[in-house]
């Protein structure tokens, strides 16, 4: 596939994400604001800190890995080999959901029955529905590395759109319930997502479409773990990139005679074996699931300080959460699916480990050019949520969970978060490419990088929490993604060195745009002052007005002075809809 179709559906796979992730957090949004007023703070945050933590933690240790390693290079592979790859998620998240089942069973604090009952049940639940969700690996690897939009599209929609109406139902209902609420909806979300996958893969493998795109799988038996069986007189076969070892039915036989048929069985035995798995695939995902443990320390680092070391109680903690996904809903709805697609891509353009003296000078041109516009768009988004999310943190917590947010720390937590999804947006993408060009090695040592990061990242939230309340999480926060943009930043300006390209020229936007984004935040600080938000109603929409105007005015002089920013997002992430319009 050229790198240009694959530059387009890639921008088309993370513009219709990134679509789907606003229906998804709108959807979460609105949930959480119906829940805030049925239910206590201290089930919520039980249920989006504890229970969730153990959910996210048993599913990205099992599997994250695994996506990374099985989406590098071409779809043109041994897909056998890399499906039977993809089948060992689910032994590993077993494991892990055993394993942390019985430590959040039995060596965390157990929460008071009376406020939030049933949590035994909650944790089997979440634990179980880590593993029915490891059910679909191998069909959302293939859908993904096929670039199936649509399918991502209905199949997550789906299992949102039912785990939020049972979710809603039973608290209407049974309010008392209590977890049992949250743990079927979210074994619903599981069942739904991996039902989606495997109706699909039986209706689409060998149908005509798939003859017609020549699909690398044909049977549904396919998509199951298996032996490779040679077909030409080979007793065992496999990938040049893997063994070298292969024998013919002669060669078979003078084995056998010469080393007795016990032998020469447990022979064809280990090269069965050998021959189950790309090893080459296999060594890249033992180095990235050595990195795994450290990234999820990295991602949910407050969760882990405020789960083992109890330094929030629950009633915080679920303040705490709402008002991070509150604050995230950006990050999650256009940064995450612009990391996760053009990973595809830049995994697909340009080949790992490689120097850039030995890359097609045209894929690197248009990485770079692609590297470039996405640091210029993810940065500006940042900026602009940070300049007017100053302002407008309080109001907006006061609009979506009455006092019981917009009092107390809450606005200074979506402050502070308005300035993080800077760093986040930043972060995506330069580890993003980084991740798509590094070799084994590299991973490896980016391993030691990490542990030095987890190490200081814990006891940096540990203090701060103690000195800054819940403030403090998202302040180490600030700190951990600092240095991670410093490395994948340096290792970015190391590839492109011995190129005349400079893709991170994207992080310097125009002055006069700088100006106005101050000039703005200023203004709407001291519209804040005036207007906000005990005023009343008439004193808050003019503060909105305000704000409003500052917008407009930043979009425009965007559009003054990023001209070539704006034809890249309108001719790759917008084009399908103009023309829908037209």
């Known amino acids: ?183 079927l909806a979210q074994l619903l979300y599981a069942t739904v997502l991996v039902m989606c996958y495997v109706i699909y893969f039986m209706m689409f493998l060998g149908s005509p479409e798939a003859t017609k795109k020549s699909f690398p799988v044909a049977r549904v038996k396919a998509l199951l773990p298996s032996f490779m069986e040679d077909e030409n007189n080979h007793v065992a076969t496999q990938h040049p990139a893997d063994h070298k070892i292969s024998l013919t039915k002669n060669e078979a036989k003078k084995m056998r005679l010469q080393q007795g048929r016990q032998h020469f069985e447990e022979y064809l035995q280990m090269e069965k074996i050998k021959t189950f798995v790309n090893w080459k695939e296999a060594r890249l995902t033992w180095s990235f699931f050595k990195q795994s443990f ?62 850039v003296k030995d890359q097609k000078q045209d894929d690197v041109a248009m990485a770079a050019n692609v590297l470039e516009l996405l640091l210029k768009l993810v940065l500006l988004i940042g900026l602009t949520i940070s300049v007017f999310g100053y302002a407008y943190s309080q109001l907006a917590l006061d609009i979506y969970g009455g006092s019981i947010l917009s009092s107390g720390t809450g606005p200074d937590l979506l402050r502070c978060y308005s300035l993080y999804v800077l760093f986040l947006a930043v972060n995506g993408v330069t580890e993003c490419f980084t991740f798509a060009l590094m070799c084994k090695e590299e991973v490896d040592r980016y391993n030691f990088v990490m542990l030095a990061l987890s190490f200081l990242f814990l006891c940096i939230s540990y203090f701060l929490t103690h000195w800054q309340g819940s403030v403090g999480f998202i302040l180490a926060n600030c700190f951990n993604m600092a240095i991670r943009i410093a ?35 200023v203004i709407t600080a001291f519209s804040e002052v005036f207007f906000c938000c005990d005023k009343g109603w008439m004193a808050r929409l003019v503060h909105i007005a305000v704000g409003a105007l500052c917008f407009a005015a930043t979009i425009v002089t965007m559009f003054c002075t990023e001209t070539k920013l704006i034809h890249f997002v309108r001719s790759q992430f917008l084009s399908r809809y103009l023309k829908k319009g037209t």
């Open 1 to 183: 596939m050229a790198a240009q179709d694959v530059l387009g559906q890639t921008a088309r796979l993370a513009s219709s994400s990134a679509l789907l992730q606003v229906l998804f957090r709108a959807v979460t949004f609105a949930l959480n604001a119906f829940t805030l007023r049925y239910l206590s703070r201290e089930l919520l945050g039980v249920v989006n800190v504890r229970l969730t933590l153990l959910y996210s933690t048993v599913v990205f240790l099992a599997r994250e890995a695994f996506r990374r390693a099985c989406l590098s290079g071409s779809t043109k592979r041994n897909w056998t080999k890399t499906i039977n790859l993809l089948w060992l998620t689910v032994p590993l998240g077993v494991f892990w959901s055993i394993f942390l089942g019985l430590v959040w069973l039995h060596l965390l604090e157990v929460p008071d029955p009376s406020v939030v009952p049933h949590y035994q049940a909650g944790v089997v639940a979440f634990a179980l529905s880590a593993v029915i969700e490891l059910l679909g690996e191998p069909c959302w690897v293939l859908a993904q590395a096929h670039l199936f939009v649509r399918l991502k599209v209905i199949a997550e929609s789906l299992s949102v759109v039912s785990k939020c109406i049972l979710t809603v139902t039973l608290v209407i209902l049974y309010p008392q319930w209590g977890l049992y609420i949250f743990s």
């Open 294 to 355: 450290l990234k999820q320390i990295l991602t949910e680092g407050e969760r882990y300080v405020m789960t083992f070391l109890n330094v929030l109680n629950f009633g915080d903690q679920g303040v705490y959460d709402i008002v991070n996904n509150l604050g995230s809903l950006v990050a999650r709805f256009i940064f995450l699916p612009i990391e996760e697609s053009f990973y595809v891509f830049f995994a697909k353009v340009l080949e790992r480990g490689k120097p």
């Open 487 to 521: 490395h994948s930043t340096h290792y970015i300006y190391h590839f492109f060195k011995e190129s005349t390209h400079r893709p991170l020229a994207g992080l310097l936007p125009s002055p006069f745009l700088v100006l106005l984004y101050i000039i703005s935040g």
